[in-house]
């Protein structure tokens, strides 16, 4: 199970942290890729950002990259996505995703790589 939680309401340019906690035995004893993923209403699920167990390697949506970081907590189920300089086009409900899989910078942004996802958490920035 992977419960996520930070999401609410902040003005645009603000900031807000995510964190993901995977619980269950076989998720936390597994998980080799966490990630996160968004959907805006009336649009597709689309990635945001991945990390890596093994090598600890992050990848991003360009639309992100410079402004949100995703980070790993010292134990092997808890991802955290810090989100910073929002702009209202971030405004989605916000889903962290567990794989079993050690996911290359493409295949981590592939939905179907994931077979563990999040309830969501929602994140809406006003402009």
């Known amino acids: 199970q992977l419960v996520e939680s930070g999401g609410g309401l902040v003005q645009a340019g603000g900031s807000l942290r995510l964190s993901c906690l995977a619980s269950?035995?076989?998720?936390?004893?597994?998980?080799?890729?966490m990630g996160w993923f968004r959907q805006a209403p009336g649009k597709e699920r689309e990635f945001v950002a991945a990390?890596?167990?093994?090598?600890?390697?992050?990848y991003y949506a360009d639309s992100v990259k410079g402004r949100f970081t995703i980070s790993r907590g010292n134990a092997k189920n808890t991802v955290y996505l810090q989100m910073n300089s929002l702009k209202p086009e971030d405004t989605a409900v916000y889903y962290c995703?567990?794989?079993?899989?050690?996911?290359?910078?493409?295949?981590?942004?592939?939905?179907?790589?994931?077979?563990?996802w999040g309830q969501g958490t929602q994140v809406t920035v006003s402009s």
């Open positions: 995703a567990a794989s079993v899989l050690s996911l290359g910078i493409t295949t981590a942004q592939a939905k179907i790589s994931y077979g563990y």
């Open positions: 269950g035995r076989t998720l936390s004893s597994s998980t080799t890729t």
């Open positions: 990390i890596s167990w093994s090598v600890g390697s992050t």
